[in-house]
Structures are given as structure tokens and as C-alpha cells.
């Protein structure tokens, strides 16, 4: 049974080190991408995964689709556009000393953007599915996104396939919409609830103290899980990362032992935690191992250069009980 994950896939372009963007004369590229980066993951986690999204016709959109082949992430779903269509970029600065990551997105007129509800066959899509995924950034790109979006839900709903949403406020794509009334009913469809206290805050609308936020969540919306990650920025390449997880069987708050990571790369560290917490969850595991499996997937990723995250289950296990012993 697989996970089928939906969203953009997207060209990263980055500076080498420390470089700013507009004054280097070089650019990396990476394949990337919320949704993709959780599926690429979970595939590293030996859950099957299967990817759908909206490429264009042309070297780049072919390009996406072998770098996705490569990882073994299935793509028979995915769609693809003709007549101009793009395909997403953006620009990731790294940032250095007192300098800030800097993200610009250059996504507009998309190909993902313009897909409608009536380009995917959810009934199909979801027969040998046992997960959906899906994240905030995709109702940020359009009605026509957003609404294939919260169709894919309620078909896995009906269903009984599990549902997951990672908020994933991006603050530049909505342009000062108001994303609390779609991210609402989106909410409300999830069995599993993903976010750190800013997207709460910007998304849902909700704040508490302390751990209470995950179980407050919980009971508002009805989920089964809710995960609270939590990034400090000790220093310019120094990150310390944790997370909770309220289990609504159990009815408790656990936390995650807290890693201080040396940065590589911060891009993705949510995503591999997702793919983590889904292969726990997958696997029937506690609560408590669940987010120590989730914490130490995310911090793992945060030292590997690109979007995608490539631990193995025995690498993050090992992590694991390495933070258990000290």
C-alpha cells in the first residue's frame, strides 16, 4: 500500500556557501518541493510512494520527472502540460553570520498552478493507497489547486485512506489573502495535523502554551495526531531541533529528545520529519517513538545539501538511540 503525496513539484537555484544570490556568478540546481521531498523520503524510509503533480512538456518538466525516478518515487500520475506552461522556481540564499535564508519565488503561471479538480482521477489515484499528504503551499497557488486539493481529501476520506496536512505557511504566496478559511475545512479532512507555532498561528488561527497546542488542535479539528516542530537558531549554521506529538487514542503529549545539528542545508527538514512521523504511524509504533523516529529523520536532513532528504531507517534509528544514551 502506498502513500500518494500532492503538490508542485519546483526548480531550487542556490549560491555556492555563503555566496549572496544576485552577486554569484553560479547557481546550484535542485529538484524540490514539499510534498515531493516527502515522498522522495519516505521512499529512502522503504514506504512505497507515488506522486502526483502538473509538469510542463519540454527538458525541464523531463528532467523533474527522472530526478523523481531516480529516488524509485513512483510518477505514473503525474500530468503533463503543453502550450507554454512553466515549471516553479525559486531562489534559496543560504544566509551567513547575521544574514537571514532568503527565499524568492518565481512560480506564477505555473504548470502546477493551473490544474483544476477535473485533471485528477482521485478514485484511481487512491485505489492502492493507504496515505494522502498534502501540505498548505498547494491552496496558496489558486482556487484551481486548492480545490483539487480538498477534493483528493474528501475522496480519501470516503474512502478510508489516512489523511495528513502539513500547514507550511509560506507568507510570500499568499500575498496578504486570509488562508484560515480554506486551511480550515482542510484542517477538519486531516486525520494527521503537521506544523510548527507560526503556521498554527498564521494558518489556524490558534495559540496556546507550552505543549497544550497539539492537544488543543487535536480537539478542535478532530485529528487523530498533531505534531508541533520546533527549530531554535543557535547560530548561523547551529540549529537545535525537537518536536511534540499529541496521540488522541492515547490522550497524551510526548516529547521528542532535542538535536543540535550542524547545518548543511535547512531546506526540507519539515518534509523528512513528516515522511518519518508517516512511516512511524505506518508502522504502528507508540507515540513516543513515533516523534523521536520524526524528530531525528528531520534532524538528519538538515545536514544533506538539497531539497530532498535520503536517510535510510537503519541511519535514523541509530540517531535515535544515540540520543536515548546520552
Given at each position: 500500500?502506498?502513500?500518494?503525496?500532492?503538490?508542485e513539484?519546483?526548480?531550487?537555484?542556490s549560491?555556492p556557501?555563503e555566496?549572496?544570490?544576485?552577486?554569484?556568478p553560479?547557481?546550484h540546481t535542485?529538484?524540490?518541493?514539499a510534498e515531493?521531498?516527502?515522498?522522495?523520503a519516505?521512499?529512502?524510509?522503504?514506504?512505497?510512494?507515488?506522486?502526483i503533480?502538473?509538469l510542463p512538456?519540454?527538458p525541464l518538466?523531463?528532467a523533474?520527472?527522472?530526478?523523481?525516478r531516480?529516488?524509485?518515487?513512483?510518477v505514473?500520475r503525474v500530468l503533463r502540460?503543453?502550450?507554454?506552461?512553466r515549471?516553479?522556481l525559486?531562489f534559496?540564499?543560504p544566509?551567513?553570520?547575521?544574514r537571514a535564508m532568503r527565499?524568492v519565488?518565481?512560480?506564477?503561471?505555473s504548470a502546477f498552478?493551473?490544474i483544476?479538480?477535473?485533471?485528477v482521477?482521485w478514485?484511481a489515484a487512491?485505489?492502492?493507497a493507504?496515505w494522502?499528504h498534502g501540505?498548505?503551499?498547494?491552496?496558496?497557488?489558486?482556487?484551481g489547486?486548492a480545490?483539487?486539493?480538498s477534493e483528493?481529501?474528501?475522496?480519501?476520506?470516503e474512502?478510508?485512506v489516512?489523511v495528513?496536512?502539513?500547514l507550511?505557511y509560506?507568507?510570500?504566496?499568499?500575498?496578504?489573502r486570509?488562508?484560515?478559511?480554506?486551511?480550515?475545512?482542510l484542517?477538519?479532512?486531516a486525520?494527521?495535523?503537521?506544523?510548527n507555532?507560526?503556521a498554527v498561528r498564521?494558518?489556524?488561527?490558534?495559540e496556546?502554551?507550552?505543549?497544550a497546542?497539539?492537544s488543543?488542535?487535536?480537539?478542535r479539528f478532530?485529528?487523530?495526531a498533531?505534531?508541533?516542530t520546533?527549530?531554535?537558531?543557535?547560530?548561523?549554521?547551529e540549529?537545535?531541533w525537537?518536536?511534540?506529538l499529541?496521540?488522541s487514542?492515547?490522550?497524551?503529549?510526548?516529547?521528542?529528545y532535542?538535536h543540535v545539528?550542524q547545518?548543511?542545508?535547512?531546506?526540507?527538514?519539515g518534509?523528512s520529519?513528516t515522511?518519518g512521523l508517516?512511516a512511524a504511524?505506518?508502522a504502528d509504533?507508540?507515540?513516543?517513538?513515533a516523534?523521536?523516529?520524526a524528530a531525528?529523520?528531520?534532524a538528519?536532513?538538515?545536514?544533506?545539501?538539497?531539497?530532498?532528504?535520503r536517510s535510510?531507517?537503519?541511519e535514523?534509528s541509530?540517531?535515535?538511540e544515540t540520543?536515548?544514551?546520552?
Open positions: 500500500m502506498t502513500v500518494l503525496t500532492f503538490g513539484l519546483l526548480l531550487r537555484l549560491p556557501g555566496e549572496r544570490l544576485l552577486d554569484s553560479v547557481l535542485f529538484f524540490g518541493g515531493a521531498n516527502v515522498a522522495v519516505l521512499r529512502h524510509l522503504g514506504v512505497p510512494a507515488s506522486y503533480t502538473r512538456e519540454g518538466g523531463d523533474g520527472l527522472d530526478a523523481l531516480r529516488e524509485d518515487v513512483v505514473d502540460a503543453g502550450g507554454g506552461s515549471l516553479g525559486y534559496v540564499e544566509g551567513a553570520d547575521l527565499v519565488y518565481d512560480r506564477a503561471g498552478s493551473q483544476t479538480p477535473a485533471d482521477d478514485g487512491l485505489a492502492h493507504k494522502l501540505t498548505g503551499i498547494t491552496p496558496a497557488l489558486g482556487d489547486p480545490r483539487a486539493l483528493g481529501f474528501a475522496a480519501a476520506c474512502r478510508g489516512t495528513s496536512l502539513d507550511n509560506r507568507e510570500a504566496l499568499w500575498r496578504g486570509d488562508p484560515r478559511p480554506v486551511l480550515e475545512r484542517a477538519r479532512q486525520n494527521v495535523l503537521i506544523g507555532r507560526e498564521a494558518m489556524l488561527g490558534a496556546a502554551s507550552g505543549d497546542l497539539a488543543a488542535l487535536a480537539d478532530g485529528c487523530r498533531v505534531a508541533i520546533q527549530r531554535e537558531i543557535l547560530g548561523p549554521r540549529h537545535a525537537s518536536a511534540v499529541y496521540d487514542r492515547a490522550g497524551t503529549v510526548v516529547r521528542s532535542r545539528v547545518v548543511v542545508d535547512r531546506v526540507g527538514g518534509d520529519f515522511a508517516i504511524l505506518l509504533r507508540s507515540p513516543q517513538d516523534v523521536e523516529f531525528a529523520a528531520g538528519l536532513k538538515l545536514g544533506q545539501a538539497g531539497d530532498f532528504g535510510s531507517t537503519p535514523v541509530r540517531l535515535v540520543a536515548r544514551c546520552t
